[in-house]
Antibody, heavy 118, light 107 residues
Framework: EVQLVESGGGVVRPGGSLRLSCAAS????????MSWVRQPPGKGLEWVSG????????TYVDSVKGRFTISRDSAKNSLYLEMNSLSAEDTALYYC????????????WGRGTLVAVS | AIQLTQSPSSLSASVGDRVTITCRASQGISTALAWYQQKPGKTPNLLIY???SLESGVPSRFSGSGSGTDFTLTISSLLPEDFATYYC?????????FGQGTKLGIK
């Protein structure tokens, strides 16, 4: 069974930093692209960042470029999101999402970790 | 960035109704489109990928069609568990944008 478990969320002051983690299991982690998707309270979904299976290619939505860094550790089957210079607009539930091999649609999602910037 | 516009933003329907939701892309994306269902307090659930392929385990009353810029999600006969919010998402070009969502409520 595929499982994605996010952690690392919390309350942070504007300008602060957080590091989100996603522990993956139940599939061959190295075979799949991964992404972070966020959802502000009561609002829609926003794709934030993606990373190739090797980690060699990363992409970001413009609003987080230069502030967020996505990475992965194949030895730990884990995905990360380093978030700096946080603002109120970054307040959201952050989901870890598994891509379909090299394609960025998402067949499994974690339950999310809440980031509140206040 | 490619923008996805869903219509309607909300609709009310009855059990047994046939419902169609539209997603329009600001530029051509071939068939690189997925549809998700999200119920309150739950994670999104993949329904359709590649515009018309049904994800394993998803009931056959859900179907998708379209290519290029215009896409539709159809629910052939609504069941009570189908009342939820639906999102389209393009995976043609990063950033891999979502539509704003369509909230399907009970009439």
């Amino acid at each position: 069974e595929v499982q994605l478990v996010e952690s690392g969320g919390g309350v942070v002051r504007p300008g602060g930093s957080l590091r989100l983690s996603c522990a993956a299991s139940g599939f061959t982690f190295d075979d799949h692209v991964m992404s972070w998707v966020r959802q502000p309270p009561g609002k829609g979904l926003e794709w934030v960042s993606g990373i190739s299976w090797s980690g060699g290619r990363t992409t970001y939505v413009d609003s987080v470029k230069g502030r967020f860094t996505i990475s992965r550790d194949s030895a730990k089957n884990s995905l990360y999101l380093e978030m700096n210079s946080l603002s109120a607009e970054d307040t959201a539930l952050y989901y870890c999402a598994k891509g379909d091999y090299s394609t960025y649609y998402f067949d499994h999602w974690g339950r999310g970790t809440l980031v509140a910037v206040s | 960035a490619i923008q996805l516009t869903q219509s309607p933003s909300s609709l009310s329907a009855s059990v047994g109704d046939r419902v169609t939701i539209t997603c329009r892309a600001s530029q051509g994306i071939s068939t690189a489109l997925a549809w998700y269902q999200q119920k309150p307090g739950k994670t999104p659930n993949l329904l359709i990928y590649e515009a018309s392929s049904l994800e394993s385990g998803v009931p056959s009353r859900f179907s998708g069609s379209g290519s290029g810029t215009d896409f539709t999600l159809t629910i052939s006969s609504l069941l009570p568990e189908d009342f939820a919010t639906y999102y389209c998402q393009q995976f043609s070009t990063p950033p891999y944008t979502f539509g704003q969502g369509t909230k399907l409520g009970i009439k």
